[in-house]
């Protein structure tokens, strides 16, 4: 289970995901979720120290500013590289990567060799399925193998930093960056963010193939209110520690030895002018001795407007009179590299001189810069592995086209299956219809990286290539475009329904694929509403129409409200934003190659008004009841529950899981105990089964979540086959943190649940001792 733990030296393990058996029973084996978990931050190493401090000391104060200058690609010049710039994102081309490091190490004073780092979110160019689809697998492995090779081919041309993971819980659906992270749930997101980091940064990230990781945006970047990205977000304290805190813990726990500060203010104060989220928690509480930069201009925006000193650029939160007040609250906060805006740089001399900062202060941010360059192994190896002409061999190698398209099809998750229309059978005349159809484009998702559309095999190419003779009809074109130019979001004729309809009469099965554009996901991309886009909802109904059986396949980063398309569609596969190989794992899917095992990592709401629902919501006074009126319910939704909750999915077989024991009735404070639960294929197909466990408080200081995911381990079992799985529960399953951020454990009963979702109703409970 996740513990916050301080750091230890620990030798970094292997995400060991158990295979079944042939058939019978498989033994108990530790869960994968523990597995990826488990801390392997190392501590400092005192050559890398006396080497950072003998460089430390032979700097400058403007090289030392130098150092924690971060520069994107458009405003890096050659003439501040032989000054001594620090680092350079979002260069990828690996002949000016290349071209840039060559002067830092031979014309600048000192040859200190520069960090290169770029966005590889989910694949730099072979792109895997968004986070948010990773987190649907309910599979570190899923997770593991996407950085692995984004981080490899990452490494290739040049870079040695990713700000990556993403890893913000978010219950908000209309925020367009839920499709970075894994979702509602802090376990979930812990578990793999902890795998991704192990991926990215390997046993020793000085190797080749590796990168540093920079897990972001610390910290509650994902609660913005009413979605908006860069929104205020305001929590109290236990929330803030419960919820949002566990997933950046994790994967500091893990190794990763840089992070990001947010945009986004929490409770008044700016993430990147937060001393109590960067000096107190990250570099205090946990010991975090890497380097923190700061968001795009985020440092700047902490300025009120209009912008003063200098009288131009990005300012907003009013907590800074101008850009050498924010350039001092950012550095004495804890910002250690300042990227985009240049205000530490240019006003630092000015501020040591004014003692707004201290010298001590601008040392231990280059120290903690050096300390990453010099555990890179940058000083011995500033170039990439690779000459750029060498470079284009290593994308896209099959190894992890292969690990992209079994990510994909892992990831899919099965919505409906009414009358068990799926699998449908490749020997029948198959119509792929749908705006995005024959769509490469937005296949890739948001924050693609180094992706190019060409990489991405449609639908309709997969789907062909499984089902020969194929037919296709677009239906209606969705929109591309970016704000502000986004009146409408396409789909808004229906000229081209008549030929969707027709190209369906003539086939004997339909595969309609909808959804939205990679651009209503992602960055500055909030929704305002969750429906599918334009008229997508009536060619459903067009296609419905004619009888023939179909399916609809959702590409999205989001979840969506599907109330009404429920109603008219028997079959519905949710595949996120799949990747490169899309076209070829829905095929897998649709047709049964692959039977789906994904689970949502996200409730989906019936409709907007809902949001926003969670599954691990407290109860309050009244919880809800549709029955009778005074109490938390909506009027004119007779449910309390979303449409699809969290941890939903079905599959092309049928599962029992069963027989929920624990270990011991009572427990110290500071003990644990085991929970075994067994899950059973009781269908005809071997397939994938998610077994998750719960646990609940009934009673405590501070009221507690209805449920908590504490362990879930994937299951692959053929028909008749069983599986017992164990986890382990002990005080970070069943204390929590209060509203002083102080961590406590109280005694009296936890209820443990088990099953297939967060609806879970097996039960067993213990009792934590006096």
Request: glycine share 8%; net charge neutral; charged share 25%.
């Amino acid at each position: 289970m996740f513990r916050f733990r301080p750091r230890t030296a620990v030798a970094v393990s292997i995400l060991a995901l158990g295979a079944s058996a042939a058939g019978g029973v498989v033994a108990a084996t530790q869960s994968s979720d523990e597995q990826a978990l488990q801390p392997t931050r190392q501590p400092a190493d005192r050559r890398i120290e006396s080497r950072v401090n003998n460089l430390l000391s032979k700097m400058t104060l403007e090289e030392k500013l130098e150092q924690i200058q971060l520069l994107p690609d458009f405003l890096v010049t050659e003439a501040e590289v032989r000054k001594g710039l620090g680092s350079v994102l979002s260069v990828t081309d690996a002949t000016r990567i290349r071209e840039l490091q060559r002067i830092a190490v031979e014309e600048s004073r000192l040859k200190i060799p520069m960090l290169f780092a770029f966005d590889t979110i989910h694949g730099f160019r072979t792109v895997f399925p968004i986070p948010l689809a990773a987190g649907a697998s309910f599979d570190p492995q899923v997770a593991f193998d996407d950085h692995t090779y984004g981080a490899r081919e990452s490494a290739a041309v040049g870079l040695k930093q990713t700000y990556a993971p993403m890893v913000d819980v978010s219950h908000e659906p209309r925020w367009g960056r839920i499709a970075e992270a894994a979702g509602e749930d802090p376990y979930l997101n812990a578990v793999l963010a902890a795998a991704r980091v192990k991926a990215i940064q390997g046993a020793d990230y000085s190797a080749p193939d590796k990168l540093v990781a920079s897990p972001k945006h610390f910290a509650a970047y994902g609660q913005p209110e009413g979605g908006r990205d860069y929104n205020t977000t305001d929590m109290s304290e236990q929330r803030l520690w419960n919820f949002y805190l566990p997933p950046f813990k994790a994967a500091i726990d893990a190794g990763a030895d840089t992070a990001m500060c947010s945009f986004n203010a929490i409770n008044g104060v700016p993430g990147c002018g937060n001393d109590y989220l960067m000096n107190q928690i990250l570099k205090g509480r946990w010991d975090f001795d890497g380097f923190v930069e700061g968001d795009w201009t985020a440092v700047a925006e902490m300025r009120a407007c209009p912008p003063k000193t200098p009288d131009s650029g990005e300012c907003g939160h009013g907590v800074a009179a101008d850009g050498p007040a924010a350039a001092a609250l950012a550095l004495n906060s804890g910002v250690d590299s300042e990227m985009t805006s240049t205000l530490i740089r240019d006003f630092g001399a000015q501020l040591l001189r004014e003692r707004r900062i201290s010298m001590r202060r601008i040392d231990d941010a280059v120290r903690r810069i050096l300390r990453i360059k010099f555990r890179a192994g940058l000083f011995e190896h500033p170039y990439a592995p690779f000459t750029p002409d060498q470079v284009e061999a290593q994308m896209l190698r099959p190894d992890a086209v292969a690990a992209a398209r079994k990510a994909s099809s892992r990831s899919m998750v099965l919505l409906r299956n009414q009358g068990g229309i799926l699998p449908l059978d490749p020997s029948k005349k198959t119509a792929v219809i749908g705006p995005l159809a024959k769509n490469q484009h937005d296949m890739l998702g948001p924050w693609w990286g180094a992706g190019r559309d060409t990489d991405a095999v449609t639908v309709f190419a997969g789907i062909d290539e499984q089902s020969p003779g194929a037919t296709y009809a677009e239906g209606c074109k969705l929109s591309n475009t970016e704000p502000p130019h986004t009146d409408a979001e396409g789909c808004g004729s229906e000229a081209g329904f008549a030929e969707a309809v027709a190209v369906a009469q003539a086939a004997d099965q339909v595969v309609l694929a909808l959804g939205e554009t990679r651009e209503m996901s992602g960055e500055a991309a909030a929704r305002s509403t969750l429906d599918l886009p334009g008229k997508q909802e009536d060619l459903i109904k067009a296609i419905k129409a004619t009888g023939k059986p179909f399916v609809i396949v959702l590409f999205n980063g989001r979840p969506l409200a599907l109330e009404d398309v429920v109603a008219d569609a028997p079959a519905i596969l949710e595949a996120w934003f799949p990747g490169v190989q899309a076209g070829p794992a829905v095929a897998d899917v649709v047709f049964g190659k692959v039977n789906p095992g994904g689970k949502l990592p996200v409730s989906f709401p019936r409709r907007l008004g809902q949001v926003p629902i969670y599954y691990n919501h407290e109860r309050t006074g009244r919880p809800c009841n549709p029955d009778v009126k005074w109490n938390s319910r909506y009027r004119d939704i007779p449910s309390c529950s979303p449409l699809y909750e969290f941890g939903y999915g079905l599959s092309y077989t049928t599962f029992e899981v069963s027989n929920l024991q624990l270990s011991s009735s009572t427990v110290s404070k500071n003990g644990s105990l085991k929970a075994s639960v067994t899950v059973t294929n009781t269908g005809s197909r071997k397939g994938d089964e998610v077994v998750q466990l719960y646990i609940h408080d009934p009673v405590a200081s501070i009221s507690q979540p209805v449920r908590r995911l504490r362990g879930f381990e994937r299951v692959a079992l053929d028909p008749s086959q069983s599986r017992t799985v164990t986890f382990t529960l002990d005080k970070s399953d069943f204390g929590f943190y209060d509203n002083r951020g102080k961590f406590i454990v109280e005694p009296g009963q936890i209820d443990v649940y088990a099953g297939n979702s967060s609806s879970a109703d097996m039960k067993q409970s213990f009792t934590v001792r006096r």
